[in-house]
Every structure is written in structure tokens, then in C-alpha cells.
């Protein structure tokens, strides 16, 4: 049978990364990577989770290893809306879905608004991984761009308005790839647009609590409470990947919707996850984790801001992000992040080329690069060498 024809039609746009696969074969031998988004083992909170599972796995264990409830352990969705409620966001528990991986609330919310030929709007660049998503519903991407201060509202709102537009996908804390964050006075702008348009916002606040700078963080949706909205949020970041355990806000109506098609899709995200992550919040672990985290990459990011100074300054430019994973080195525009990155390989240093973020095919003379994963010296070392193979 030849599987490639009976799939084009659904799957002909299904391609693996070609640069991505170069990264991990490479990944096999000794590599500073900054090129994987990976928290740093060290801020895991394993003891704290192994007393999280073990009371779980004694109190709770019928319940935990059963089926389970389609929208989430109740409890994990009360803390949610309590949470996003004293975060200036008032949410009833109704309004809160628990999704496995943030990933999993972005592609619910693309089958729910998106349909070949709808325009969808997002920042230019955007979330590698939302990238497939949005094009597997075949629809015609309409890139915005950004400056340090996030998206223009304007210029989002003008888009808004523009026929066919069905959703904006935003960042609006500590973007990935760029480290923005939307500035306070374009906040209220943007969802006011949204709201005289009726094009629904979905705002990713993956790493809305990853803050390096004075302040506490706002999640958009707290700049105009009664607009309303959707966000998804993670705790991939905060507690650890592996849970799998994320959550979607919004209208209660479309919660419930966006529900049942989790439904379809995996019947419910894992209880015992969800309850050890419930137990690791209710016994009020979080805020200390969050400092923990917060004090490690604040200093590995200013370790690695160091280190581009040393050998790009002058020469280069990049993002200083107040929070989250990530930031951008943009190299003179006769080089390109492509070109270079397997010349940076055999050197031993990997990072994502960063034109691959871009739904505009711009960014060509771009590189993004993780400042979590890899210690102070492999931060050091590996920019020294990605300055050798840049400048020699
Ligand atoms: C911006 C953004 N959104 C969503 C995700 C997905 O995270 P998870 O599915 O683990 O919640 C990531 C992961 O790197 C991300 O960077």
C-alpha cells in the first residue's frame, strides 16, 4: 500500500525539522546545548514531589490511578481560578480546564476557531511548536511584528480587522523566542481591539511566573478583566515537565466546548499528576519554588548577557529578557543562524536558527538561545565558541 498517497491529503504538510533531528543526532555527543528549551534539573522540586506522590499514592490511590473527571481534578481547577482571580483575573472554577501541556491547550484551541483559509494572527516571531499546529487546520498565517516593548495594538487591531481573521495567538509575558514582554500601556489597547472586533485572543503565559526583574508579573488577561479571553498557563515550568499538567481559562460556554473535544482526544489529562501537583500547591511549595527558580536563571542569564558582551559586543545585538528561557541574537545581516549552525556543531555548540520562528521567513541572520539548560561554565565556553564560529 503506499501510505504516502492515502495520507497526503491530512498529513502531506507533516515534516519533522530537519534542523531540529541535525540537533538531536549531534545531541549524542558532547554539546553545550542551547538550543533545547529544557529546565534546569536542578530546580525540580524532587523531594518535594516524592512526598506530593507518596501522600497521593496512600490517601488518594483509587481515585488517582482511575479514570477520571473530562475537564480535571476539581480541586487543581479551584487553586487555578483562586489563583487567576488575586492575580487580577476574577475566574470561576467553570472557567477552568485542565489540558495536558500547555501544547495540548493551544491545539484544542485551534480546532475549536481554526478551518482552512481562516487567518490567524500571531507575533512575528512566535512559538516554534505552535507553528504546525496552526498550519495542520491549513490556515493562512498573518505575521505581526514585534519591537522590545511586544506587539504594536494598533497594528494588531488594524489586522483584526482585516476579513477572515479568526484568532491572535500572543505572548505576552517573557516571549518565546524573543524574552519580551508586552509593555503595560499597550495591554489594555490590545484586548480593547479584541473586544470591538470579536476576534478571540488566546494568550500563552507559559512563563508567566519566570520573572528575573522587580514586580510581580500580570497575566494579560488582568488588564481588562471584563474583556474576555483565553490563557493558557503550565505548570511545565514551574514544577516539571513531565506532569503534563497545563490548564485553559476562558468563557465558561467555550471551556465546556473546548472540553468535550479534550474528550475526544484523550478522555482526561492524568489524575495522579494532577492530584501530586495539586498536593505540591495546597501545601504552599509554590512561591518558594518560584523564588528557587527565579534566583537560578536570573543568574544564568546574566552569566550568559556577560559572556555576550564579551564576545559579540560591538558586533551584535540580542534581547535582554526580564523573564522566561529564552533570547535572541541578531548577527550582522550578511550572516545567517541557518548557514552557521552546523559549522557550530562540530564545534560542539547547538542552538535553534532563529528564522525558523519566524511565520514571515524573516529572522535569517537570527539565533535563539536557551540560557536555562546548560551550567555557568558550559554558558561561558559555549559562547566563546559560538564567537568562533560566528567571527572566524
Ligand atoms: C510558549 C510555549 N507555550 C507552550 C509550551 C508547551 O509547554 P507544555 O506543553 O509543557 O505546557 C512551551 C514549551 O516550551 C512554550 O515555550
Redesign the pocket.
Known sequence: MDWEERYADRMGWVRSLEIMDLIRLMSQRPLINFAA?LPDPAGFPVEALKDAADEVLTDDWRSALQYSEPEGYRPLRDWVAADLTRRGVPTSTDQVLIVS???QG?DLVARAFLQPGSVLLTEDPT?LSALPIFRSFGVEMSPLAMDDGGLDPDAAGAAMRQPGVKLLYT?ANHH?PSGTTLSDDRRRPLLEHAAETGVPILV?E?YLDLRYEPGEPAPLAAAAPEIPILTVG?F?KTVA?AMRV?WLAGPAPVIERIGILKQLTDLHANPFTQRVVHRFLSAGHLPAQVDRLRSLYRGKRDVFLRALERNFGGRATWSRPAGGMFLMLRLPPEQSGTALLEKALEHGVAYVPGSLFYPSGDGENTMRLCFVSASAADIDEGVARLAQVVWS
Open positions: 528549551g501541556g500547555s501544547q493551544i512559538y505572548m518565546n500563552d507559559a503550565t511545565s515537565p497545563a
